[in-house]
T-cell receptor, first 113, second 112 residues
Framework: DTAVSQTPKYLVTQMGNDKSIKCEQNLGHDTMYWYKQDSKKFLKIMFSYNNKELIINETVPNRFSPKSPDKAHLNLHINSLELGDSAVYFC????????????FGEGSRLTVL | QQQVKQSPQSLIVQKGGISIINCAYENTAFDYFPWYQQFPGKGPALLIAIRPDVSEKKEGRFTISFNKSAKQFSLHIMDSQPGDSATYFCAATSGGYQKVTFGTGTKLQVIP
């Protein structure tokens, strides 16, 4: 059983399109995240949700909209895609409030042409 | 603003050697320092972590050394193996809701 699963694994799309990435965790964790990893492998937090409530929003453009229908799911919708959005997007979850113990999915590689 | 500086960017070590990756931080509020290992095509996975009240933590071949006064910490991989070839990230976090700040990563290659 995959602990944190993301779909799709790969997205290739044109500039200006809208796309969504879905994430589900079966670990029973209360906190979920979206991270962006750029071409230089730098990992940057985008959003964090705790039990469906937005906790962290790291100055991400409004074109990015996370949605958490329940604490096991955190989806990411991106409007009007730009070339600079090309990256690997990782979903993660965490069991504890006060540690940095993150469980990552395998990532969704987004390529904007 | 980068809050966790990591070096080197890449590292080549012979099998059986010691791999050393260094990190430095600025924010004294950080209170948990995990290391993550990432293989190509996979997400990062927690490898080992330390809190600032201890100076060293060892798990198998992996050891974290922590110097609170210098605000530095490092990962040592003893008896490095080709299977250890991956990208390693140091990280730091503070307070609730785990806003984890990652270093820039070190690509380790262990050659036979």
């Amino acid at each position: 059983d995959t602990a944190v699963s993301q779909t799709p694994k790969y997205l290739v799309t044109q500039m200006g399109n809208d796309k969504s990435i879905k994430c589900e965790q079966n670990l029973g964790h209360d906190t979920m995240y979206w991270y962006k990893q750029d071409s230089k492998k730098f990992l940057k937090i985008m959003f964090s949700y705790n039990n469906k409530e937005l906790i962290i929003n790291e100055t991400v453009p409004n074109r990015f909209s996370p949605k958490s229908p329940d604490k096991a799911h955190l989806n990411l919708h991106i409007n009007s895609l730009e070339l600079g959005d090309s990256a690997v997007y990782f979903c993660a979850s965490s069991p504890y409030v006060d540690t940095g113990e993150l469980f990552f999915g395998e990532g969704s590689r987004l390529t904007v042409l | 603003q980068q809050q966790v500086k990591q070096s080197p960017q890449s590292l080549i070590v012979q099998k059986g050697g010691i791999s050393i990756i260094n990190c430095a931080y600025e924010n004294t509020a950080f209170d948990y320092f995990p290391w993550y290992q990432q293989f190509p095509g996979k997400g990062p996975a927690l490898l080992i972590a330390i809190r600032p009240d201890v100076s060293e933590k060892k798990e198998g071949r992996f050891t974290i050394s922590f110097n609170k006064s210098a605000k530095q910490f490092s990962l040592h991989i003893m008896d490095s193996q080709p299977g250890d070839s991956a990208t390693y990230f140091c990280a730091a976090t503070s307070g609730g809701y785990q806003k984890v700040t990652f270093g820039t990563g070190t690509k380790l290659q262990v050659i036979p």
